[in-house]
């Protein structure tokens, strides 16, 4: 394995964190979804310099494309233009204990990533052992279809059940509004 450029390393990490921020900061929801694009797609340029070319890819097809398609289509179908939270609005002491407990993480990080070294390669999986069973890309959708099919599979039943909740709630949501402006409409038409 070669040596990943500290420069693109560097660029990759500093998108993704400034565009996290963004994603949590934004008021709509829709920009704050596009934010998170921006960091799915800067994970990915990382993977990419690490060599792994197949996490990189999934990266983007499923995280850049898949799941964010299905959060701005629920984002949308529920009319969610007002944002739910307003920090600014909130108590001074809840700002200062927010700032106080993500301090306290990022300590936290620092210290755990100084004390802890590199790990060495634990169990089957070795890079000769990876190569030896045809790579990356053989060795994982082996695993994928065989020992883990199970958690993919209910990954696959709980984004199902996301999408069919999201168009029941918006219908519900629908309905109402509908019953309403025939109220008010025959409470019009009545006068």
């Known amino acids: 394995m070669s040596e990943i450029s500290p420069v693109a390393f560097y660029l990759f990490a500093g998108m993704a964190l400034a565009f996290s921020v963004l994603t949590v900061l934004k008021k709509n929801p829709v920009a704050s979804a596009f934010s998170l694009v921006i960091v799915f797609f800067s994970f990915a340029g990382i993977y990419a310099l690490l060599g792994a070319h197949l996490v990189a890819t999934m990266q983007i097809l499923v995280y850049a494309g898949a799941i964010m398609v299905l959060f701005v289509f629920v984002v949308m179908l529920l009319n969610s233009d007002s944002p739910s939270f307003d920090f600014r609005r909130s108590p001074l002491i809840f700002r200062f204990a927010a700032g106080l407990v993500c301090f306290a993480m990022f300590v936290l990080f620092v210290k755990v990533f100084r004390e802890t070294g ?74």
């Open 118 to 191: 590199p790990s060495p390669s634990v169990g089957p999986f070795t890079s000769a052992a990876v190569e030896a069973a045809g790579g990356n890309t053989r060795v994982i959708s082996e695993l994928m279809f065989s020992e883990y099919i199970l958690p993919f599979e209910l990954t696959s039943i709980l984004l199902l059940a996301g999408i069919v909740g999201s168009v029941a709630l918006a219908k519900r949501h629908g309905s109402a509004e509908k019953a309403s402006s025939k109220k008010g409409v025959s409470s019009v038409s009545s006068r």
